[in-house]
């Protein structure tokens, strides 16, 4: 059973760079799935960047080329490092971990963008 705590979210301007971390509690396969999803109010929580094991990562359209996925395997870390920001990245980011014991969720860390 792994536990994820994310942490980094805040307030950034427009433009602006934040870096997102989630913990697990136990080592994570690298082989194994590690994401991040999104959910704004009123929107349904999205895909935002997904590493998988052996492959290379996927990124929604809106974020494509403006967010990086990384993983410290040792440290039993998942980052996501968001450029560029706007404010429609404005949500609640969930870590999110798939293995084959099941799927394990992060409480969220919230992201604001605004002036």
């Known amino acids: 059973q792994v536990q994820l705590v994310e942490s980094g979210g805040g307030l950034v301007q427009p433009g602006g760079s934040l870096r997102l971390s989630c913990s697990a509690s136990?080592?994570?396969?690298?082989?194994?799935?590690m994401a991040w999803y999104r959910q704004a109010p009123g929107k349904e929580r999205e895909l935002v960047a997904r590493?998988?094991?052996?492959?290379?990562?996927e990124y929604a359209s809106s974020v494509k080329d403006r967010f990086t996925i990384s993983r410290d395997n040792a440290k039993y870390m998942v980052y996501l490092q968001m450029t560029n920001l706007k404010p429609e990245d404005t949500a609640v980011y969930y870590c999110?971990?798939?293995?084959?014991?099941?799927?394990?969720w992060g409480r969220g860390t919230q992201v604001t963008v605004s002036e």
């Open positions: 590493a998988r094991g052996g492959r290379d990562s």
């Open positions: 136990e080592r994570v396969l690298s082989t194994d799935a």
């Open positions: 999110y971990v798939r293995e084959a014991s099941g799927t394990y």
